[in-house]
T-cell receptor, first 112, second 112 residues
Framework: DGGITQSPKYLFRKEGQNVTLSCEQNLNHDAMYWYRQDPGQGLRLIYY???????QKGDIAEGYSVSREKKESFPLTVTSAQKNPTAFYLC???????????FGEGSWLTVV | GESVGLHLPTLSVQEGDNSIINCAYS??????FIWYKQESGKGPQFIIDIRSNMDKRQGQRVTVLLNKTVKHLSLQIAATQPGDSAVYFC???????????FGAGTQVVVTP
């Protein structure tokens, strides 16, 4: 199946730990994105990448880090510096140039 | 779109009726608009898009209307079905790489 795969679906983090969320796409899309969604709210952009080995901060990048070593992969690390990490995290991809952005099924992160 | 708070506006619709979901956007330079449907615990699903050089676009049972003068977007769903129950988000972008700005969303509840 073609699409965007996020893992794990559910993740629990202890205080002070870093955790990494995986995002893989087999759509051959150049651009990839990470969004955060809090209950009852819209999506906010964390980081995005237009091309391999390049990425830019979005609106709420503090406490997060990313890498883009391969076209199909864009992992997100939620660091201990992120003070309120409990949220639903969504990865997305597109061909860029104003084309439609498609989303994965999301990952739930809870701090315990 | 703009996030306006924690409580999603709700639209209750009787099965078989038409639904109209409204969205205001703030950036007059936005040139690409997308409607997404999000079911509970899942990633947003693309419904329909429209570019700023159009004022209407139709899909299967859905129509998007764009009024750039008042910066307003609407989604019309014909013959609403129980499976249409979800949160609907509008999103807009001025960036060719599609960094989307999301609204807070509207909860659609379809009653039999």
């Amino acid at each position: 199946d073609g699409g965007i795969t996020q893992s794990p679906k559910y993740l629990f983090r202890k205080e002070g730990q870093n955790v990494t969320l995986s995002c893989e796409q087999n759509l051959n899309h150049d651009a990839m994105y990470w969004y955060r969604q809090d209950p009852g709210q819209g999506l906010r952009l964390i980081y995005y990448s237009q091309i391999v080995n390049d990425f830019q901060k979005g609106d709420i990048a503090e406490g997060y880090s990313v890498s883009r070593e391969k076209k199909e992969s864009f992992p997100l690390t939620v660091t201990s510096a992120q003070k309120n990490p409990t949220a639903f995290y969504l990865c997305a991809s597109s061909n860029g140039q104003g084309n439609t952005i498609y989303f994965g099924e999301g990952s739930w992160l809870t701090v315990v | 779109g703009e996030s306006v708070g924690l409580h999603l506006p709700t639209l209750s619709v009787q099965e078989g009726d038409n639904s109209i979901i409204n969205c205001a956007y703030s950036n007059s330079a936005s040139d690409y608009f997308i409607w997404y449907k999000q079911e509970s615990g899942k990633g947003p699903q693309f419904i329909i898009d429209i570019r700023s050089n159009m004022d209407k676009r139709q899909g299967q049972r859905v129509t998007v209307l764009l009024n750039k003068t008042v910066k307003h977007l609407s989604l019309q769903i014909a013959a609403t079905q129980p499976g249409d129950s979800a949160v609907y988000f509008c999103a807009d972008t001025t960036d060719s790489w599609g960094k989307l700005q999301f609204g807070a969303g509207t909860q659609v509840v379809v009653t039999p």
